[in-house]
Nanobody
Framework: QVQLVESGGGLVQAGGSLRLSCAAS????????MGWFRQAPGKEREFVAT????????YYSDSVKGRFTISRDNAKNMVYLQMNSLKPEDTAVYYC?????????????????WGQGTQVTVSS
């Protein structure tokens, strides 16, 4: 089992940056591909990014590509999402997730564990 806790959300103006963090428990953290998803008011949960177990491969949605960067530190059991050039449409609750697969692409549809979410609000 993997337990996940997100942090780092907040209020930021358009064009600003935030770095989200996800702390994971468990001895086999490296075996899990990790992902970030988000859900805006009135919308379905949306894929943002995934990263392979080793950290060597990443996958991004078109809406965030070039602006967001997912990374991980397996020695610390941490996953991060660096968000730059934020837009009002990025406003959402952001969730960290772990997959029972170490492949970043396959993990998009193999998420097994979820954090509680952290609110990101971008003002125009």
């Amino acid at each position: 089992q993997v337990q996940l806790v997100e942090s780092g959300g907040g209020l930021v103006q358009a064009g600003g940056s935030l770095r989200l963090s996800c702390a994971a428990s468990g001895r086999t953290f490296r075996n899990y591909a990790m992902g970030w998803f988000r859900q805006a008011p009135g919308k379905e949960r949306e894929f943002v990014a995934t990263i392979s177990g080793s950290g060597g491969s990443t996958y991004y949605s078109d809406s965030v590509k070039g602006r967001f960067t997912i990374s991980r530190d397996n020695a610390k059991n941490m996953v991060y999402l660096q968000m730059n050039s934020l837009k009002p449409e990025d406003t959402a609750v952001y969730y960290c997730a772990a997959a029972s697969d170490n492949n970043a692409y396959r993990a998009r549809v193999a998420l097994d564990y979820w954090g509680q979410g952290t609110q990101v609000t971008v003002s125009s």
